[in-house]
């Protein structure tokens, strides 16, 4: 298969995890499937998502009917976009160029990662949609500056910054797939990142909590962060109330609700659960996204319902872009655009704005 | 098989429909037993039901028991009714004039739909039970004058408007399955449809919105049809209570509460969990008829108890069909009835009447 | 195997059935498993079981412990019973005679079924243990009176009149299997049954009201038939609080909660789910006793202590006499009893009144 | 395979049990694995677990983070402690003398069971971490004490008496597998215990009550045991918070609630389930332990979210002692406290103090 033809038997987003499966070296692909410990709150992403109900209207008129929406100021087509994936060129030659062209295509927006394969100035110019930059957080506070200079300069328009995955987590399926980064794929953006200092322990002490953590970010570093740039921030990465409420009160201007597509940490929420509570917590006009999950356009309904400004798009776009390179991440985009068209007329909603908390059905 | 025996081991109505796979050609069954999405509303549907139970009641005197029951002002012999199921010569090559035979010989009422692959008027002729008829509401509005002038001229006593697939929903497994119309199998009664005007979008305009949904109804054309004619009209495919209210002030006459058999939108709720709320919304004397996954004698049962006056059965009369032709249909219809019987026997009901909410048994 | 040598490896009452499978004909093994319609209510009876946790305590002395309990006046070894089952001749060549010296041989009651294949008289005279008879009403009032008077004069202690089942209910399973009662099997005690009048229907009437539940008993026929016997009389087969309360108030001195094995009516609840509301409704010091699912000494600790005063066990008396005739049943009844003990010796329980509601764990 | 290399595709706790199965032989696995009855309380177990959610906190600081924790006054390196497993040469030559080195390396607690393969004083000697001795309390006062005594002059720091297995429960699963125990393998603790008294019983008693159940301590033995002996007295194998307020009233010093991994009595609640109750009963200084079903450092922050000071692995040493030896019981409980550094760090929690029933989330 050349990866750029759309496989005709693709009808909606999951079949391009099927397709995915069969293209990929198995350890990629477990890699890029698989979660946390024992995939309790992987599975539970969707598990929660597929227990939420609809409840449609009928007759209304939608003929004026769109999936257009603002957030954070910008005008988007609809409420989705392509959530930060590293390393895009594990899956697909052209990685995350091929990604920023669907995008384009579709005028959907890109949160474009630290760990991208291409360089953040190169995805840039192939891309017109929105594009925000996802930061990792590095150790050396000036590095950081650095990176979020280099956004500014080449046309970002919004900082990310993921916080909830300081560590890997416990990847046991990746793990017994023997995943490596293979060859030739590194995290260019990264190249000049100054030595880390090297650590040495004593018995007493913890490789995770002396270890790895003294690399991790606190609120202390974001808030220090949000005063060096002009880009609105964005935490991506949580899971409470508390601290989107915190996230707030320091001057972040968005919050992404999210288990990191359950990688990291087992056995916690999913964020569609958290949502609501959160939104109640942060008031109605923070800008809340959330991902995990996300694989139909009924899924983006429910996700708006519960309080979400736009939905973040994971696996499916590296499963997309492995079957069929940019075509494939186009269409897959398509269907999920299209079937959120569907899910709003034959729920009766005309705008992003009708949808609300009364448009589902609770079990009792 | 000749399509009019009945194969000895037809049981229960969901015998019909494993049988039903093996003579029907794979893309037709799945087209028919296909739901939209990914099926969760379809196997809620049967889920739903399967969770209610009935609270039976001993040694009452049901020596008068009856099954009969008053719908729209017509005396019926059960509260069951043939659902509207398009092109059923797709399965049988007498298609709705066989079942209509069924439903007389049961004396069983039938919708007949507007994409009968009959005549209404050839189908009037053969049903001596209740008939009614159909609409799904096409853009010109002279166009269903003409069909509903034609339902009364031969002899429907109640029109049935369908309001909850302006879009077919995203049929993923009749897709899969290749499912298209096959040749010589066409709406007839629509043949002389005034030709719809041609659609162009704009780059911002959606095929769904500004395409398809401009075809669809609104509460202003189902006010002004119930005005054109003197037949009840009911409005079939509500979930939600406020809409069964605004359908009853409009002046519809009844509401067939449905999820289309979890064909159109997925992820909503089953028609039976709604069903109380709507009872509740309308008063205790308005119509209501509900439909989706009724296969048991104990599913009537429940349904009345909830606040049905009447159900549908949609596929078991299509895949009965398919087996064993107008004998297959009224076959089905007898199991039905019987277990309806059956079961208002044992849980000590001897009328319709007797059947209430207090009949059903709440896990706590 | 020689129908009376215990296979070694039978450990548990589950056991029997497994095996029972193998050594019975198809259509009867399907016939004694299957239960009605869809067989909800049979797995039902199960899984509300499994449900129910004990909640023990630890450190009593329960030295002078003992299973020993007092149901209708009558000193009973434990609270177990066997529930009557129907021609028994049909599982073993010696049925109802051996079922009773193995009841004899453990002290277990035993209730005999009017359609025992066996003359009440000569079951009574192989029996020392508790010993009750099962009237199916009869529809003509004198022969009901002949059996009662052939059980008061063989040494009946209670009378037990079935009121669950004038109709059969919709057995699917059985039918499936082609089950009929093979040939020299009938029910003995009915051999003098005056011949039903016949039955003509109107084309209105039906074969289920006007036909089969017209030879049913009512009220008026049970508070009759208490009139006419000295005989403590319990009506088995109630799962509704109010029906259990009118029993009472007709004089009748116990009732069997129970479903009939699930074999009836299906989606009704298990005895057990409604077994505490039955036992409020109708005060500490009536009896009753349930049936439905018991397998394990564990569960007859649950059904005690949500408020029976004993229990029946149906099919697995009749899968240990399948599979090792007298002692078989025998067996596993002493594995039931040693369970019982068991449980209630970790459970800290040394009597059976010290089994109570508090006794069980409630998840939250 | 040598008993002493850890084969490299064990990444989880887990993997050791899957090991397990290929290197024991099939009647000693199915004795370690199996639980009472039909096993719903060893399902429960672990499904009760895998319920609970962790509720993450974001970007506090942890590097000053530790799993240290004091238990009974003694500083353990985590809230881990081995659960006494008896007789372990059955899977490993060198048996408890190996999990004693493992524990030692790893500073893990031990808990010695009465049944030990190896003496109290041969396993004490090659232990370095926190060494308590767990006795199955014996008919014969004297020979208690004569154990308690030895503990004692061995060093070991507390004593736990094991409350809820009197009797062994019904293990049909280790019947069935014919399990019994291995040549050569004895108590040898109990190696000069005096006579049991013989037991005859007459045809009213049991040989649960009136036997068995005749050699159990009751809360008077405990109290007088109490009273022997200065090392604390920890109480093991309770579940209703009763009995534990009991057990603190005279004199206990802790409980490890338990359901003895689901061995003895099935359908109890597990440990993890009625842990918050039992701390609410006990108050917050009391000691408590809790085991059951423990797999992952998840499970680990869980039990202490819930009120458990700390908790024990039962199976899981004796599987990984089974499959690679002392290095086996090191590697797995390594997993372990890494796992649960892990979710401490990604939760936000710096110390064990630091999480509360408020670090989980609560579905609604
Ligand atoms: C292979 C892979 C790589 C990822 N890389 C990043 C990343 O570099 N930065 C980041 O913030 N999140 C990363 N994520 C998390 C995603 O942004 C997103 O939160 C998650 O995938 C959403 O769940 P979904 O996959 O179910 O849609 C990655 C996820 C996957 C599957
Ligand atoms: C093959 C098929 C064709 C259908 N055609 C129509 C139709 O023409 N008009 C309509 O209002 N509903 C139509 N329906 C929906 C049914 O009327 C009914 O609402 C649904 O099938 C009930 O669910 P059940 O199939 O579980 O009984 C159709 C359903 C099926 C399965
Ligand atoms: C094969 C069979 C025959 C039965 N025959 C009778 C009967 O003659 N009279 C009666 O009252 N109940 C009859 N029952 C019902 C039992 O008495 C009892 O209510 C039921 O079997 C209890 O459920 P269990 O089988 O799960 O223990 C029968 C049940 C079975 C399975
Ligand atoms: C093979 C085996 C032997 C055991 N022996 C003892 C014992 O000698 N004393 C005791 O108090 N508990 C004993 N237990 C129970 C454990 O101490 C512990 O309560 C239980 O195994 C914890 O559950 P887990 O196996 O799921 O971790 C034993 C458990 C197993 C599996």
């Not at 954070?72 to 930060?84: F, K, N, T």
């Not at 899971?239 to 009160?249: F, G, N, T, V």
């Not at 655009?337 to 569907?342: D, K, Q, Y």
Request: glycine content about 8%; some cysteine; aromatic content about 6%.
């Amino acid at each position: 298969m050349t990866a750029s033809t759309i496989p005709n038997d693709v009808l909606c987003v999951a079949d391009y995890q099927r397709l995915a499966k069969e293209v990929l070296p198995h350890s990629i692909y477990e890699y890029i499937y698989g979660g946390g410990g024992d995939e309790l709150t992987l599975k539970q992403n969707h598990s929660a998502l597929n227990a939420i109900q609809l409840w449609p209207r009928v007759l209304n008129d939608v003929t004026q009917g769109t999936t257009a929406t603002t957030v954070l100021g910008e005008l988007w087509r609809s409420p989705i976009m392509l959530a930060p994936v590293a390393f895009q060129t594990m899956v697909h030659q052209e990685g995350e160029i091929a990604t920023a062209r669907a995008a384009s295509a579709l005028d959907v927006g890109m949160m474009v990662s630290t760990l991208a394969s291409h360089s953040i100035e190169g995805i840039s110019e192939c891309l017109s949609s929105p594009k925000w930059f996802q930061l990792y957080w590095q150790l050396d506070r000036g590095f950081n500056l650095e990176l979020v200079r280099r956004a500014e300069q080449s046309g970002y328009t919004a900082l990310v910054v993921t916080v909830d995955s300081a560590i890997h987590g416990i990847r046991n399926r990746a793990q017994r797939a023997h995943f490596t980064l293979p060859e030739g794929i590194t995290a260019i953006n990264l190249a000049n990142r100054p030595p880390l200092p090297s650590n040495s322990f004593t018995p007493d002490q913890s490789i995770v909590f002396q270890g790895m953590m003294s690399e991790a970010p606190t609120w202390e570093d974001i808030a220090w962060l949000i005063k060096q740039t002009e880009l609105p921030v964005v935490v991506k990465g949580i899971l409470h109330p508390s601290d989107a409420i915190k996230a707030k009160s320091i001057g972040a201007k968005g919050v992404v609700v999210s288990n990191h597509g359950g990688r990291t940490l087992d056995c916690v929420p999913s964020a569609i659960e958290v949502l609501p509570d959160i939104r109640q917590a942060v008031g109605e006009s923070f800008t809340l996204l959330m991902d995990g999950g996300i694989q139909r356009g009924t899924d983006v309904f429910k996700a708006v319902a519960l309080g979400a400004n736009a939905v973040l798009i994971g696996r499916p776009q590296i499963y997309a872009l492995a079957v069929a390179g940019a075509a494939g991440v186009a269409h897959m985009l398509r269907i999920l655009r299209e079937e959120l068209e569907v899910a709003m007329a034959l729920a009766g909603a005309a705008t992003i704005e009708d949808i609300s908390p009364v448009s589902l059905y609770k079990r009792r």
